[in-house]
């Protein structure tokens, strides 16, 4: 079973950027999908971006579209999330999850948590205003 490692949150000011990391145990190209997710305190966990292993397809929510990137280093077995732009609303606990297909077709034009099968233990991402 895969384990992440996730790395890169903290503090930042609003119209700030972080780059979160994604670290996982084993290759990544066994998954069939890599996801960002966050969750709020008092709210329920909502998929942010994805992207595809096979063909590097990603996916944006609404909410991040044009001010965050994912990429992802398969030499290294790592996924990042480039934020930039950030906004007090973004602060929350950032998770990455690997999809191995089972379920649904994860991130094709979508992205759930229900989709998804491993998860990491989450960085705290705060924004200040």
């Known amino acids: 079973q895969v384990q992440f490692v996730e790395s890169g949150g903290g503090l930042v000011q609003s119209g700030g950027s972080l780059r979160l990391s994604c670290a996982a145990s084993e290759l990544m190209t066994d998954y069939y999908a890599i996801g960002w997710f966050r969750q709020a305190p008092g709210k329920e966990r909502e998929g942010v971006s994805c992207?595809?292993?096979?063909?590097?397809?990603?996916y944006y929510s609404d909410s991040v579209k044009g001010r965050f990137t994912i990429s992802s280093d398969n030499a290294k077995n790592t996924v990042y999330l480039q934020m930039s732009s950030l906004k007090p609303e973004d602060t929350a606990v950032y998770y990455c999850?690997?999809?191995?297909?089972?379920?649904?077709?994860?991130?094709?034009?979508?992205?759930?948590?229900?989709?998804?099968?491993?998860w990491g233990q989450g960085t705290q991402v705060t924004v200040s205003s």
């Open positions: 999850a690997a999809a191995v297909g089972e379920i649904g077709i994860p991130c094709y034009y979508s992205i759930f948590t229900e989709e998804y099968d491993y």
């Open positions: 992207i595809r292993v096979s063909d590097g397809s990603t």
